[in-house]
């Protein structure tokens, strides 16, 4: 069979700080459908009623919020930012995630957080592909 050239698709390079939003907003949605999601594992609704849960002090819930608004800020950021502290906050706060997700996984492997670990390494592996595209930013061709 002969495929002819006038009808395959166009395709694009899509623009890095595109690349570094979407990566963003994919590890925030598995974030947040995780810990949705473990709101359905024994007991924990009723940890959250009696207060009997990690997050149960103003400091833990501060920091907790700190953590998760900076993928969330990302997105942003990174349509936004100069290319040089793009690049930068990129490759650290993806490092700091990948890193942070790793463990969380590797802490959570048992049969009721199974879909924890899934969630943690779809997670390591969009913020090491975070990394990885923020390592090698296209240079501008003089």
């Known amino acids: 069979m002969n495929l002819d050239k006038t009808n395959s698709l166009k395709d694009f390079e899509i623009n890095i700080k595109i690349k570094l939003a979407a990566l963003w907003t994919s590890a925030t949605f598995c974030y947040l459908y995780g810990d949705y999601f473990e ?59 990948t890193v942070m997700m790793i463990v969380i996984a590797v802490g959570s492997l048992t049969p009721w957080y199974s879909f924890y670990v899934l969630f943690a390494m779809v ?14 930013w296209p240079k501008e061709n003089n």
């Open 39 to 97: 709101l359905y594992t024994p007991d924990k609704v009723n940890s959250l009623i009696n207060g009997n849960n990690v997050l149960y002090s103003p400091i833990n819930l501060f920091t907790a919020s700190v953590i998760m608004v900076i993928p969330s800020i990302m997105i942003i950021l990174s349509l936004i930012l100069k290319p040089r502290i793009n690049k930068w906050l990129n490759i650290v706060f993806g490092l700091l995630f």
């Open 123 to 136: 997670e390591a592996i969009l913020t090491s592909i975070i990394v990885w595209n923020a390592f090698k």
